[in-house]
């Protein structure tokens, strides 16, 4: 990983197939800060690309100096922040993050909160909203059936097509206690710090490589695609196509809320007050792409129902798979 030069100046960040530039008074390396791990593959570029990068990709200014507040304007953002409010730069990370979403968009690829695996040559992708079991099936599905690591939380998927891809996604476990304690029990996992919160609330992030996951290296082609459900008590699997219109409506809300800005609020100094207005940055040409996207997940590939045991879960997707 390229770190920042000592002296202030300009950086051109990159974060699967987003671009950004960072303009700042301070030096500081932004693939360092806590909002890194949230940007799949983010690194600083050399000086010899920098200069590559087109016009159209949007550059974030930030000023140590001056009233706390976002300004967009054209061709980016201006962020005015005191540098002891920016938790390590992660404020300045959170809204490089957007810029980025902006330009992979631009290319084909989209964000989506989800799991992703590797099973062979096929891409799996775990949909399903906060406190589903996508994490759960997804540590199953790698420490017990063979699979590796894309994404956990988010996922980059998309591409020119017609035949997709998942292109990236964040590398790291964010393991909810509750969900270890209920599903993931079997299963030889870190245990969190003490943090005065109930089970629910507790949540750690963990590297694959202290639990035993391998990550795949590379994109792996989006063959699969299972919405997902744990429930410890059931009975047996259910399992079923779906393409109501809650999960499609669903799956576009989530293919557009990083792009839209709906994800990202940036909250800022101890009062933890929003920085400013985020604006969409959506076009009609993104929206159209990943309505083609989706429509292929649904009509072309099938969305797959799966609810039960987080283990019985990931023994079918991955019999399914293979």
């Given at each position: ?12 960040l990159e974060s699967a197939h987003g671009l950004c530039r960072l303009v ?127 994404g956990n939380d988010l996922s980059v998927i998309g591409g020119p097509g ?161």
């Amino acid at each position: 990983m390229t770190a920042v030069s000592a002296e202030p100046g300009v950086v051109l960040l990159e974060s699967a197939h987003g671009l950004c530039r960072l303009v700042s008074a301070r030096p500081f390396d932004p693939a360092a800060t806590p909002a890194a791990p949230w940007s799949p593959g983010l690194r600083v570029l050399p000086d010899a690309e920098r200069d590559a990068a087109g016009p159209e990709v949007l550059t974030c200014w930030y000023e140590d100096a001056g009233p706390a507040g976002l300004c967009w304007e054209d061709g980016g953002v201006r962020v005015r922040l005191p540098w002891q409010d920016t938790a390590g730069g992660a404020e300045i990370g959170y809204v490089a993050a957007v810029l980025m979403e902006r330009d992979r968009q631009r290319h084909g690829y989209f964000t989506l909160h989800s799991a992703s695996a590797a099973l062979g040559r096929s891409g799996v992708l775990l949909l399903g909203k906060e406190g589903a079991g996508k994490t759960s099936v997804l540590t199953h599905l790698c420490l017990a059936r063979g699979a590796e690591l894309i994404g956990n939380d988010l996922s980059v998927i998309g591409g020119p097509g017609p035949r997709y891809e998942i292109a990236a996604g964040t590398r790291f476990l964010f393991l909810r206690q509750a969900s270890v304690s209920r599903s993931m029990r079997a299963l030889d996992l870190p245990a969190p710090a003490r943090t005065g919160l109930d089970s629910w609330r507790t949540k750690w992030m963990v590297d694959p490589a202290d639990a035993g996951i391998c990550v795949a290296e590379g994109p792996r082609p989006l063959d699969h695609v299972f919405s997902v459900h744990v429930d410890e008590s059931q009975d047996g699997l259910r399992v079923e196509a779906v393409d109501d219109a809650a999960t499609l409506l669903h799956l576009h809300e989530n293919a557009a809320r990083y792009v839209r800005g709906t994800a990202t609020h940036v909250l800022h100094g101890r009062a933890r007050r929003p920085l400013g207005y985020l604006p969409s940055l959506d076009t009609e040409s993104f929206y159209l792409h990943r309505v083609r996207v989706i429509e292929h997940l649904a009509t072309e590939l099938g969305i797959h129902y799966v609810s039960g045991p987080a283990a019985a879960v990931a023994a079918h997707i991955a019999e399914a798979v293979r």
